[in-house]
């Protein structure tokens, strides 16, 4: 276990590490990876610039943290029914990365750029979010021929509808979205 | 008809205005809205700077006609097949706005905060898109419950695919995108 690890799991009493990755995460929503500064996260979590930089020497390396300290909260309890967790876990995802303050569209130019970057949010981000709907969708579409499309569909859908075209998230659009995913189909002819 | 758009239909010899709406098209693809400057675009389009001000006073407003003016050939030209119509536009639409240096990633930031951008970028370019792949889609699965989203699955997948999760587009990927939206579905029980 890293020294990071670890003063994450044991936070002392002057420990500014959450109030850090909490201020990266909402100025990373609020202005972007290109513009983020470490001079404003400092600011915003009332830390000194000196102690920013002595654990994380780059920017790079902030937002990584900070994308992972924040990729354990981001799925909702599961549910023992397949169809309400869908539903709870695409409401999730909607609110915490395509919401107005949140940080999926400000990444994206980002994750063209910055391959470690785009590695931590696929694989603590992206990557659980998959798992979970898989596993809801091998319950509720199990013999559907595109599954592993399947389980995209819903978060791909709910992105480009909110922050491409920007619908509001609404009740409609999330139960759409469960009953396009859980149609049955066939194999086509 | 405005004098701008009599000046895109009637190019004369020296007009330099398909060169710079090209060069900003291109540079919004390679360094984003928000890093782009217009004495970049009158650089690559070996336009003057005055010539680019007397135009376009302000960014968005050059933009906004870049974005315009590439719409018009943004699809493939019909095919009769609607199937094989919409493997060709989705191909299309991949390659012009998912592409390495293409312009849907570098824009999504600037859809939130510039809504006259964020209105060309939909009326202009996503809509046709989405009434030609409902074209193709009534024929194909015109009785499906979710039409409406099944008309913004492949443009979602593709991008979710390809921006979000890095994935090359490859013939598999876009046989399977039409495969899921082509299935044949039920009315949920």
Redesign the interface.
């Known amino acids: 276990m890293s020294p990071e690890r670890g003063s994450l799991g044991r936070p002392r009493a002057e420990d500014r590490t959450p109030a850090i990755l909490e201020a990266a995460k909402a100025l990373l929503g609020e202005v ?1 990876y ?2 983020l500064r470490i001079q404003d996260v400092a600011d915003r979590a009332g830390a000194g610039l000196a102690t920013l930089y002595r654990r994380w020497p780059t920017k790079l390396a902030l937002i990584v943290d900070a994308i992972s300290y924040h990729a354990d909260v981001a799925l909702p309890p599961p549910l023992d029914d397949p169809r309400a967790d869908l539903l709870a876990v695409y409401r999730a995802m909607t609110e915490k990365m395509c919401g ?1 303050g949140e940080g ?3 990444l ?2 980002a ?2 750029t910055e391959p470690q970057l ?1 590695a931590v949010v ?1 694989d603590q981000v ?1 990557e659980p979010l998959r798992a979970r709907l898989r596993a809801d969708l091998v319950q509720l579409a199990g013999d ?3 599954l ?3 389980v ?2 819903g ?3 709910l ?3 909110t ?4 619908e509001p998230a609404s009740d409609g659009l999330f139960a ?2 469960v ?2 995913v ?7 002819a």
């Open positions: 972007g290109d513009r107005g999926l569209p400000g994206l130019a994750l063209r785009a696929r992206l559907h021929p595109q592993d499309l399947l995209d569909a978060p791909a859908l992105m480009y509808r922050v491409v075209l920007g759409g979205v009953d396009l859980t149609a049955p189909a066939t194999t086509p």
